[in-house]
Each structure stands twice: as structure tokens, then as C-alpha cells.
């Protein structure tokens, strides 16, 4: 019996790799061959992904019944390439994953000859409460928080944006602002393709992101996100982010990842804009 038990000790790892699918590889624009840091790569609203660093490299493990399901590679600036997990499987490991560049629409600027305020637009105050992953998922994978943010109409020029952070155990950590349209309820499509990737402080206090050299301006109320992409051999928990007790705020754990709305807080984040 001892000897059947060790046996079965040793085959137990080739057994749950049988069970899983491994896919790697490199993420590259198609036209330059340029590496493509930081690309969401999942399956989309099953709460399974990872992003690739800053080389562009990843690494997923899949269980093996998601084998029928279809992996996306979401890029800002890039056209959206979906692969059947089947497809990806059979191709010779590591992958090389290349993406189209999407064109750009120039934003339409509407002239006023009223004069304009600045106004700050979400949750501009915070109680001695932080967030952090919704839950313990792969440490390469992102979360991101959102605020609702409300421009009645108005045309809006986004000059900043404003988040809380704390962090007892890095300085600094990679964030990705993101404005989402809304959709349902919940944050849809990007409102516009525009990389806005910084690395900001992480004790505790008040960051800032300067919004004006991306010129964007909006009529329609829309999603602010902060996304956390944590680095290599960092703790998902590392950085929490500020809140505020009241209201409701809008999350995800994963890339492409299902948005939830869950009500009682709201993330301490706000825009700074002109209207």
C-alpha cells in the first residue's frame, strides 16, 4: 500500500497538469513588431485572466474546461483579438500574439463663449477605510475600481484625476486610468483610446494624474477607473486604494473580468474638469 501511495505522490503533479491548459507567449503590434506592455488577456465576464508585463510576455493556466471557451487580448489602441482556447492549445508554445492598430476619430470640440468654471466631479472625501482585491486571484492579474461620473450633458474637458492610495508595503506601484462609457448601469466601451499608464506613490495619501495633455472632452456621464497592475512577485494586496462610507461603486477582479455594483461605499476618486 505504502508503495501504491508514493506512486500516486509522484504522478500527482503530471495528473493536474493534464487537467489544465498552459498557453505563453509575447503580445506585439502586428504592423512594428513592438512589445505590448500591460495587454488584459482573459476570458471575457468569467473572471479568468492575466496582463502581460512589461515586455509584453505572459502566462495563463487554464483548467481544462475552459478549453471551449474564447480568449480575448484587449489592447488600448488596438483592435480586440479573439482566439478559441482549442486553437491556441495546439499551437506551438510560446505564442506569438499580434495585434492590429485601430484608427483614431479625433474628438469633436465644441466652441462656447461662456465662461468656464472648474468644478471637481465624484468623491472627493475619504473615512479611514482602504479596499483592496475583491479577492486573492493569480498576483499578475489585475482588480479596478470605478466611480460614476455625472456631466449632465455638459461639454466637459477632463483636466485631472484624483485617487487615494495607501500602501505600508511599496513606494510606488503601476496604475491604469480608465473612462468607461456606461452601459446597463455598468461601465462598457472605452470613451476613448488613449493609454493612460502611471506610476504613482503609494503611501497613504491623495495621487494625481494630469489629464490635459490627452484632450478629452465629453457630453456624456461615463465610468472613472483606477487598475491595479501589480508587478512581478507583488502581493495583490500590496496596494489598497481609499473609500467612503455611502453610496456605491462599481469593481472587477480579473481582466475582462465581470463589473459588479455593490452599494455602502464609494471609491475616494474624483475628475477635476473645466465646464
Known amino acids: 500500500m505504502k508503495y501504491i501511495l508514493a506512486l500516486l505522490f509522484l504522478l500527482l503533479p503530471f495528473m493536474l497538469q493534464a487537467q489544465t491548459i498552459k498557453l505563453q507567449g509575447k503580445v506585439l503590434a502586428k504592423a512594428s513588431g513592438q512589445e505590448l506592455p500591460y495587454i488584459n488577456i482573459g476570458i471575457r465576464n468569467k473572471n479568468i485572466g492575466t496582463a502581460s508585463d512589461e515586455k509584453g510576455n505572459f502566462i495563463l493556466v487554464l ?18 483579438l479573439s482566439v478559441p482556447v482549442r486553437q491556441l492549445e495546439t499551437q506551438k508554445q510560446p505564442l506569438a500574439i499580434t495585434l492590429e492598430e485601430r484608427e483614431n476619430t479625433l474628438q469633436e470640440v465644441i466652441v462656447q463663449n461662456r465662461k468656464l468654471k472648474i468644478k471637481k466631479l465624484g468623491i472627493t472625501g475619504r473615512l479611514p477605510i482602504v479596499w483592496g482585491a475583491p479577492e486573492n486571484r493569480d498576483s499578475k492579474d489585475i482588480y479596478e475600481f470605478a466611480n460614476f461620473i455625472q456631466v449632465k450633458g455638459k461639454s466637459t474637458e477632463l483636466l485631472s484625476a484624483h485617487f487615494y492610495v495607501a500602501s505600508e508595503k511599496l513606494d510606488s506601484a503601476l496604475f491604469r486610468i480608465n473612462l468607461y462609457k456606461s452601459s446597463n448601469g455598468l461601465p462598457d466601451e472605452r470613451l476613448v483610446q488613449k493609454s493612460i499608464l502611471k506610476r504613482l506613490p503609494a503611501k497613504a495619501g491623495w495621487v494625481s494624474i494630469d489629464l490635459q495633455p490627452f484632450d478629452i472632452y465629453t457630453d456624456e456621464d461615463f465610468f472613472l477607473g483606477i487598475e491595479y497592475l501589480p508587478g512581478s512577485g507583488v502581493d495583490r494586496l500590496a496596494v489598497l486604494l481609499g473609500a467612503k462610507l455611502g453610496g456605491s461603486s462599481y469593481s472587477r477582479e480579473a481582466s475582462l473580468g465581470t463589473w459588479k455594483k455593490f452599494s455602502g461605499a464609494s471609491l475616494s476618486g474624483y475628475v477635476t474638469v473645466r465646464q
Open 63 to 80: 483548467p481544462k474546461e475552459r478549453q471551449q471557451d474564447t480568449l480575448t487580448f484587449s489592447a488600448i489602441g488596438y483592435k480586440e
